[in-house]
């Protein structure tokens, strides 16, 4: 991303709201770290949700948007009916509102039923079952269903998937031309499964049950060096309160199935730092359901973060670091 073109559009877009100079640094730093085409949608999300009832604005906000790379973004009209799109149920991979919410409710109750048969160590996490449990409906598109797993169980995990009908990617320790793939495709998630008739896919995070039921979060992130892929994991250590804080043990009962979920304070206390478009949404509808001392205790209780850097594929194969 171009930091003066960013810049730019940041003072262009400010003029038209309240956005105070702190709010533009904080902006201009997240994009700062996006690719254009990212950048490009979320900044259109957020103008036709800022600016859709007033023309003038709108037309001029999606200018100056396109203006950041005329090259990735499509023109202005073309962008107005893309929006257009999305927003009245008509939404990506041309499924409707209605059938996304189906899929994710079927998807849910037939991966949840699978796991609980196996003895799978996991949670649902993210925005979908905070609405689940606090009986919000489903209001926006999903395009996956986020799941903490443990990764002890990753190959009863496989074998599940596989039998399923969805592809299973395992992307932790890479080889040097699925790196390759991967720096070209980008997928959403170091490990995923996914749909084979759309672009719906469970995506997974990682973590490690320790020995005080307390859970180590493990992130994986990978480059090239001397020919050789090289592995960096992230553990982020939980102790226990901060976990119960963060996982609720209380199963969720839904349809004929159950599972353990993220707690709707944590899930409203991570996206307080993302604020995408669709987290600031989020965070409105789950806002009245926030017990407020339960939050300022997950920010009492944070986590440790340790990096384990420059792991090689010798080390992997020779069975470390698993």
């Known amino acids: 991303m171009n930091k003066i073109r960013l810049q730019n559009a940041i003072d262009s877009l400010s003029r038209l709201t309240s956005i105070d100079e702190n709010k533009k640094k904080d902006l201009i730093e997240r994009f700062s770290n996006m690719d254009d085409k990212d950048v490009i949608k979320e900044l259109s999300l957020l103008a036709y949700r800022t600016f859709r009832n007033n023309e003038e604005y709108y037309i001029y906000s999606l200018t100056v948007i396109q203006n950041i790379n005329p090259k990735v973004c499509p023109p202005v009209e073309e962008m107005k009916n893309i929006l257009?799109?999305?927003?009245?149920?008509?939404?990506?991979?041309?499924?409707?509102?209605?059938d996304n919410h189906k899929l994710v409710n079927e998807s849910l109750i037939k991966f949840t039923t699978l796991f609980n048969q196996a003895g799978i160590d996991y949670y649902i996490v993210g925005a979908l079952p905070c609405f689940l449990k606090t009986g919000i409906p489903l209001f926006r598109y999903h395009d996956d269903i986020d799941i903490m797993i443990n990764e002890d169980d990753i190959p009863k995990i496989t074998e599940l998937i596989e039998l399923s009908g969805y592809s299973f990617q395992d992307d932790r320790f890479p080889t040097l031309e699925r790196l390759h793939e991967m720096q070209q495709n980008k997928?959403?998630?170091?490990?995923?499964?996914?749909?084979?008739?759309?672009?719906?896919?469970?995506?997974f995070f990682t973590f490690r049950r320790e020995q005080d039921k307390s859970i180590t979060m493990r992130?994986?992130?990978?480059?090239?060096?001397?020919?050789?892929?090289?592995?960096?994991?992230?553990?982020r250590t939980s102790d226990p309160i901060a976990t119960s804080l963060r996982y609720d043990e209380n199963p969720t009962e839904y349809y004929g199935t159950s599972f353990r979920t993220s707690t709707v304070e944590s899930?409203?206390?991570?996206?307080?730092?993302?604020?995408?478009?669709?987290?600031?949404?989020?965070?409105?509808?789950?806002?009245?359901?926030?017990?407020?001392?339960?939050?300022?205790?997950?920010?009492l209780h944070k986590n440790e973060n340790i990096t384990y850097k420059n792991i090689v594929q010798q080390e992997i194969n020779d069975g470390k670091h698993l």
Request: without cysteine; hydrophobic residues 30%; charged residues 30%.
């Open 187 to 203: 997928p959403p998630h170091t490990v995923l499964a996914q749909n084979p008739k759309n672009e719906f896919h469970l995506g």
């Open 219 to 235: 992130e994986y992130s990978h480059r090239e060096e001397n020919g050789e892929v090289v592995v960096e994991i992230l553990e």
């Open 267 to 299: 899930v409203y206390n991570l996206k307080s730092y993302t604020k995408r478009p669709k987290d600031i949404t989020d965070m409105q509808k789950l806002e009245s359901y926030i017990d407020k001392e339960k939050l300022v205790q997950i920010n």
């Open 84 to 98: 257009l799109k999305m927003f009245s149920n008509e939404v990506e991979g041309n499924m409707s509102l209605e």
